[in-house]
């Protein structure tokens, strides 16, 4: 008996450590997000020609959401000229005093949750004779929209989707109604139908939560940063990390799940980010905000990529 009982008070602690250490991971990753905002705001006032701890990360940073050459390699901690071009860039498109400098409004405005995907998708590589900062001059866009060449056939205007095995976040029932509550504010404006496909159907685009590196490249970062991301078409993959706060209907320190579902929609159809801060389609969104209707500048850009 006592080896019996020994084997068992030794598999009870095994259990319990692992229990002990999951909790205690989870409650590091809101720390996490308090050092992103910590090393934004002690690189606040840091000059060009200057070497600062953290400035590699904002390289990065700026480097993921489209701001450098495709092809830059990133190892200097260094305020160099091409950290001034990105941060330029960077201002201009969210409508700040251009200076290239690194500014309080600047890192406020990366503080700010946001969805994942670039702001300039496909940047050109180095060796082209276009710079970052040029390369922005000519940003294709319409009013405040862009868009590129991916698009869904008008074959493939009644879309399908399906929910993935994914982390569960929300009740099924739950996301079923947020989600088609998103699709139908896109599907007011444009052609397309979105239908649930039925079980064991393959379908056009697959939702779910994930946690970290999910496995398709673009791993989350745990809470307050990126929030989600949806692939351009036809890929038809749409994916939330599961470590934000989401809800439904969201208090000051929550994600607005519905929010969050026709931003990413529209990436789903095609659209890229507007630098319209009213827009669906701008890139961030403060928590605790709820921010579901379209405006004209989503509803013209749609109609712009899928003419009528």
Same mark, same amino acid.
């Not at 598999?11 to 999951?22: D, E, G, N, R």
């Not at 001059?137 to 879309?159: C, E, I, Q, R, T």
């Given at each position: ?71 830059? $390699? @990133?190892? /200097?901690?260094?305020? !160099?000229?091409?950290?001034?071009? &990105? ?5 201009? +498109? ?79 029932? $739950? @996301?079923? /109604?947020?989600?088609? !509550?998103?699709?139908?504010?896109? &599907? ?5 139908? +979105? ?114």
């Amino acid at each position: 008996m006592a080896p019996k009982l020994s084997h068992l008070l030794l598999a009870i602690l095994v259990i319990f450590s692992i229990q002990t250490f999951k909790s205690r991971a989870r409650t590091l990753k809101p720390e996490h997000q308090q050092s992103f905002s910590s090393f934004l705001q002690k690189l606040e006032g840091v000059q060009k020609g200057q070497a600062a701890e953290g400035l590699l990360d904002l390289k990065k940073y700026l480097k993921k959401f489209g701001y450098y050459p495709s092809d830059a $390699t @990133l190892t /200097s901690s260094d305020f !160099d000229d091409h950290l001034e071009l &990105a941060l330029k860039a960077y201002q201009k +498109f969210y409508r700040l005093n251009v200076t290239g400098n690194l500014d309080s409004s600047t890192t406020q405005q990366m503080m700010i949750p946001r969805c994942g995907v670039p702001d300039i998708v496909n940047p050109p590589p180095s060796t082209e004779p276009t710079s970052t900062e040029s390369k922005h001059k000519k940003f294709h866009m319409v009013a405040h929209y862009d868009f590129g060449s991916n698009k869904w056939p008008p074959s493939k205007y009644a879309l399908t989707y399906s929910f993935g095995p994914g982390l569960q976040v929300f009740d099924l029932n $739950t @996301l079923r /109604s947020v989600c088609a !509550d998103a699709f139908q504010k896109w &599907a007011q404006v444009t052609s397309f139908t +979105f239908t649930e496909a039925t079980d064991g159907a393959s379908a056009d685009i697959v939702i779910a939560f994930y946690s970290g590196d999910h496995e398709d490249g673009d791993p989350f970062d745990g809470p307050g940063k990126i929030l989600a991301h949806g692939f351009f078409p036809q890929d038809g993959r749409l994916h939330y990390d599961a470590d934000e706060n989401w809800s439904t209907d969201p208090a000051m320190d929550q994600t607005d799940l519905e929010s969050v579902s026709v931003h990413e929609i529209g990436h789903l159809l095609g659209l890229y980010h507007s630098n319209d801060r009213e827009s669906i389609m701008y890139p961030s969104l403060q928590i605790g905000t709820k921010k579901r209707d379209l405006t004209q500048d989503d509803i013209d850009g749609i109609h712009a990529l899928y003419p009528n």
